[in-house]
C-alpha cells in the first residue's frame, strides 16, 4: 500500500509568479484535503475534493485554486504568489471526507 | 467559533520522565478528535482518533483520552526518539459534511537522554 506523496519537496519562488504542487492520494482514498502550515503554527485548512468536486474551502484567497483529477490525485495552484505564502503544503487523503486523515511529507514553498 | 488549544507549547522531559499533554477544544458537534505526530519539515503522521467521552487509545509509550472538552495525550517512560511536536485536531459538524481538521499550534516535547 502506497502512502501519499507529494512533489516537488522544496521549491523557492518570486513574487507574483505561480506555483502548483502535486499530491497522489493514498491507495483506496478518494478524498484529498490541502493544508498549509507556517513556521510554528498548526497546519490551516485550504479546501477539500471529493470524487474530483470541491467539498469545502477554508478562508484562502480564490488565487489558491484546486483540482482533483479521476485517479483522485490533486494539484494545489496558487497564483500571484506573497511572501506570506511561503510555508509547508500539506496533502491529505482519506477513504470517505471525514474520516481519518493521512498526511503526505509536504512541499516547502519560500516566496523571495 | 471552532478553536483547538493545546499547553504547554513547549515541554522538556528527562528519558523516563511520564507526562501530559494538553488539548482543549470548543466546537459545535465534535466528531472526532485527532492526534499527530510531526518531526521537523516533515508531514504529520497519524496517531489516534478519539470519537466519544470516556474513550482512550494507546500505541506502545502513548495513551489518548477524551472528555467533553479536552483530551490528553500522556507520555509513559518517554525516549528520546519521542521527541517530535504533537499536533490535537478536530472534526466538527453535521455527518456527511467536509472533514476539514482544525489543529491547534502543537506542544513541542523534547527528551533527553
Known amino acids: 500500500e502506497t502512502g501519499v506523496t507529494q512533489s516537488p519537496t522544496h521549491l523557492i519562488k518570486t513574487r507574483g509568479q505561480q506555483v502548483t504542487l502535486r499530491c497522489s492520494s493514498q491507495s483506496g482514498h478518494n478524498t484529498v484535503s490541502w493544508y498549509q502550515q507556517a513556521l510554528g503554527q498548526g497546519p490551516q485548512f485550504i479546501f477539500q475534493?471529493?470524487?474530483?468536486?470541491?467539498?469545502g474551502r477554508g478562508n484562502f484567497p480564490p488565487r489558491f485554486s484546486g483540482i482533483q483529477f479521476p485517479n483522485y490525485s490533486s494539484e494545489l495552484n496558487v497564483n500571484a504568489l506573497e511572501l506570506d505564502d511561503s510555508a509547508l503544503y500539506l496533502c491529505?487523503?482519506?477513504?470517505?471526507?471525514?474520516?481519518?486523515?493521512?498526511f503526505g511529507q509536504g512541499s516547502r514553498l519560500t516566496v523571495v | 467559533e471552532d478553536q483547538v488549544t493545546q499547553s504547554p507549547e513547549a515541554l522538556r522531559l528527562q528519558e523516563g520522565e511520564s507526562s501530559s499533554l494538553n488539548c482543549s477544544y470548543t466546537v459545535s458537534g465534535l466528531r472526532g478528535l485527532f492526534w499527530y505526530r510531526q518531526d521537523p519539515g516533515k508531514g504529520p503522521e497519524f496517531l489516534f482518533t478519539l470519537y466519544s467521552a470516556g474513550e482512550e487509545k494507546e500505541k506502545e509509550r502513548l495513551k489518548a483520552t477524551l472528555t467533553k472538552k479536552e483530551s490528553f495525550l500522556h507520555i509513559t517512560a518517554p525516549k528520546p526518539e519521542d521527541s517530535a511536536t504533537y499536533l490535537c485536531?478536530?472534526?466538527?459538524?453535521?455527518?456527511?459534511?467536509?472533514?476539514?481538521?482544525?489543529f491547534g499550534k502543537g506542544t513541542k516535547l523534547s527528551v533527553k537522554p
Open positions: 475534493y471529493y470524487r474530483e468536486e470541491e467539498n
Open positions: 485536531a478536530v472534526q466538527a459538524g453535521l455527518a456527511g459534511s467536509q472533514g476539514n481538521l482544525i
Open positions: 491529505a487523503s482519506s477513504f470517505m471526507a471525514n474520516s481519518e486523515a493521512f
